[in-house]
């Protein structure tokens, strides 16, 4: 199984979302779960990962299952100088074999080891990176993923159910 995940902040704290699905072509979820997370910290430049970590772990303590492959919103990799992504902090919180997949829609100056991809009828490209699994194999499947937008049906899904 594979999921996908986002958080939307609202006030001090946040709500996160777990898609859940079996096949990168899946139109629908398996399942869906939330998770409130009373106070955030602040975001601070060049140290996102603080406040969305926390997020994305508490809603796959809720999941209460290990996932093949985890997609986010976000770059897995930066620059050796800019620190780690928010997928590489991801990717190394993990205790079970897991891949992160980074989807972003805007590019990063910091990013590293990306491959950009273009969906739909759109210009604007998606920025895909990866951990635990070969960058090309993630991108080539979510160019495969649902939908005929840029953004893939379930990523849009897991967007509006952090927005609630």
Known sequence: MKAVLDVHYRG???MAACVAFDSWQDSLPAEIIRAAVPPVPHYRAGRFYERELPCLLAVLQS?????????IDGYVHL??????GLGAHLYES?????????VAKKPLKVA????TINRGRGSK???VSAAGCPVDYAAQ???GMHGPYRIP???RIADQQARG
């Not at 590293?112 to 491959?115: A, L």
């Open 153 to 155: 049906t379930l990523l």
């Open 125 to 127: 490209p998606l920025f």
């Open 79 to 84: 620059r050796a100088d800019a620190g780690k």
């Open 94 to 102: 993990l205790s079970c074999a897991t891949a992160v997949v980074g």
């Open 141 to 143: 499947s979510v160019s």
């Open 63 to 71: 999941a209460a299952r290990e996932f093949e492959i985890i997609v």
């Open 112 to 115: 590293d080891r990306f491959v």
């Open 12 to 14: 001090g704290g946040a």
